[in-house]
């Protein structure tokens, strides 16, 4: 059962090169959606894919992309913060009203 505040999904590769990059990315989302009582799930891919993204889906919503890893080198905070600033971002769109009720825990994350 889908919780109702959405999800943060994580698309990456099954490849060995992407695992150095996907601790820090994955960690990061996992203390971001357990602090806004989120789900979270990881979605591999068997293709080649470079890039790791991090998606936000709120119930029958297209997934929107609120962070992307090219291969450069991050920490899981500075993932956090810039996970934390899009989804503020977000909690001001109209069709993110969940956010929009979440944004003084939003803004709590990591201060």
Do not use: W
Not at 21 to 48: C, D, H, T
């Amino acid at each position: 059962m889908e919780d109702s505040n959405g999800k943060l999904l994580i698309y990456t590769s099954n490849f060995v090169s992407c695992e150095e990059r996907l601790k820090p990315v994955s960690v990061a989302a996992q203390k971001i959606a357990e602090s806004l009582k989120l789900n979270f799930e990881v979605v591999i891919f068997g293709e080649k894919l470079t890039p790791i993204y991090i998606y936000y889906k709120d119930g029958d919503q297209e997934p929107i992309p609120v962070y992307c890893n090219k291969g450069e080198k991050a920490d899981a905070h500075q993932i956090c913060a810039a996970l934390r600033n899009m989804l503020f971002v977000l909690s001001f769109h109209p069709k993110y009203s969940t956010l929009r009720h979440m944004r003084k825990e939003i803004m709590q994350l990591l201060s």
